[in-house]
């Protein structure tokens, strides 16, 4: 069974800053997905950013970026340029790519603060 | 486009009732999956569904059951209530395939006293 860990459960970032949230993950197989997500105090998960195990390039979307190291099954979220809206508490999420299931995997959750 | 919408926002329950939680997801999203959120832990997968037929179940006693109907609309349903049941419900919406996003909703809080 696949499982996915988050080993920081809280972390802050002066805004302006950069700050690395960390995620591991365990599994067999050989093609997956992978997410960040963001869920802010009003509940709705949102979508970050995602990469697809089969490509070596690491995903980029703006200011958020992944450190994705396949052997190593670690897959890191970058924040560059912390804004106040990033507040919130961020999820790496792992899909397998076999099957038509959209079964999401997800760790425990960081805590983001923002400090001003 | 309206996003995924859950009913209702909130509800609190007594142990050993029923609840009902609704979903109507993106349309043209044809495949709907529930999530529990229990308080500060990361959403567990419950069920999928799409075309009307259950595609996926997480690791759930059968007291958790659902159902999609022929507009891709979904209910969870949750027989004889636990206090451990209390949780945020998520439901998320997507076109079926591989390479798709699940769209969440804001979720349904339910308090079990």
């Known amino acids: 069974a696949q499982t996915v860990t988050q080993s920081q459960p809280e972390m802050s970032v002066q805004e302006a800053e950069t700050v690395t949230l960390s995620c591991t993950y365990d599994?067999?197989?050989?093609?997956?997905?992978l997410f960040w997500y963001k869920q802010p105090p009003s509940r709705q998960m949102i979508l970050v950013i995602r990469q697809e195990a089969y490509k070596q390039q690491n995903a980029t979307e703006n200011r958020f970026s992944v450190n994705f190291q396949k052997a190593a099954k670690s897959f890191s979220l970058k924040i560059s340029d912390s804004q106040l809206g990033d507040a919130a508490m961020y999820f790496c999420a792992y899909r397998s790519y076999s099957g038509n299931t959209g079964k999401l995997i997800f760790g425990q959750g960081t805590t983001l603060q923002v400090k001003p | 486009d309206a996003g995924v919408t859950q009913s209702p926002t909130h509800l609190i329950k007594t142990r050993g009732q029923h609840v009902t939680l609704r979903c109507s997801p993106i349309s043209g999203h044809k495949s709907v999956s529930w999530y529990q959120q229990v308080l500060g832990q990361g959403p567990q997968f419950i069920f999928q569904y799409y075309e009307k037929e259950e595609r996926g179940r997480g690791n759930f006693p059968d007291r958790f059951s659902a159902r999609q109907f022929p507009n891709y609309s979904s209910e969870l349903n949750v027989n004889a209530l636990l206090l451990g049941d209390s949780a945020l419900y998520l439901c998320?919406?997507?076109?079926?395939?591989?390479?798709?996003?699940?769209?969440f909703g804001q979720g349904t809080r339910l308090t079990v006293v």
């Open positions: 998320a919406s997507s076109l079926v395939g591989m390479n798709t996003e699940a769209f």
């Open positions: 599994t067999s197989e050989s093609d997956y997905y």
